[in-house]
């Protein structure tokens, strides 16, 4: 396992300055954004796509400075009812696993996506319970067209050999870890989790419990790190479902924080055990979202939390229990 970052928060710096950087604060790994609403500040997919000399370019700036690439970022919605808007997302995904597979970077993060609920709608639809009966229908409906998609899409992703790491996110039709196997059995073991904790914790599922539910169907492809604060003062009132502005910081149910800020070390110790326990060898990718402090602090806490979590040596073998 090693700390990586998702670049995003440094989009206004040249890509090799951010390396630099974080090089320099003991990071091994990043993320790197290619469209969708991470954007594409420091990629820009399309373009290093069609030449090969930008994509030798690319992986001499991470690999000089003793990195790699943990993954590819595009995160936008390809089950939109928009037919224009669906296409622009799934354009963005194909060519995010081409341009994976052309650098040897074995995963894709992204989102499940979200249609409306039913064919006429124009507007996506996140469905949280099934009453009135109409919502469960629409919910059924939802996992008709999410099926059909994702069936060619993981198709698409072994023929180019990238595994799909989808974010469990809030608005997706994936936004817990049933749902994610759900839809990895429909289609293929190409599709796995994003597992970030961020969105799980507000929903008050045991982060280490979902870690163990995925890790045993090895469908846990890549790993965000980021923290939630549940500040019950708001919740005891309007509780989690909560459409207040992240701007609004004191007046949320929960705020996204930078690593520690809403768990503490001993938590992310154990998350970090459950995840070798489940056989994740891969990336800690940081993503800084805490409207608190700055993208550089949040960044550093984090690395400095996670760097004392991190084991950096194989298991050796169990002399005491022979």
Sequence with gaps: MYIGVLTVPLGDEPLDDALDYLSGIGVDGVELAVGGWPGE?????????????????????????????SAL???????????????????????AIELADALDVNTVTCFSG?????????????????????HADAHDYQWEVAVDYWSD????ADDHGVDIAIEMHPNMLVYEPT????????????????????????QDISITDAIRFLGEEDAIHHFHAKDTKVYESESRIKGV?????????????????????GHDEGHWKDVVSTLR??????????????????STEGLEKAVDVLSRAVFETQPGDAYWAE
């Design 114 to 134: 979200l249609p409306a609920g039913g064919p006429n709608d124009e507007v996506p639809n996140w469905i949280t319970a099934p009453w009135p009966t109409e």
């Design 241 to 261: 479902l909560d459409t207040t502005s992240y701007a609004d910081t004191a007046d949320r149910s929960w705020l996204f924080r930078s690593i520690g800020y």
């Design 179 to 202: 749902g994610m196997l759900k839809l990895r059995e429909a289609t293929n073991e190409r599709i796995g989790a994003n597992f970030d904790p961020s969105h799980l914790y507000w």
């Design 41 to 69: 500040d420091h990629v820009d997919r399309s373009a290093v796509l069609a030449d090969d000399d930008a994509q030798a370019d690319l992986l001499d700036s991470v690999e000089s400075r003793d990195l790699q690439i």
């Design 73 to 95: 970022a595009t995160h936008n919605n390809p089950l939109h009812p928009v037919e224009e808007t669906a296409a622009e997302a799934d354009t963005e995904l194909r060519e």
């Design 153 to 156: 899409l993981a198709a698409f």
């Design 277 to 294: 326990m489940v056989g994740y060898e891969g990336a800690l990718s940081i993503e800084h979202e805490d409207a608190l402090t700055s």
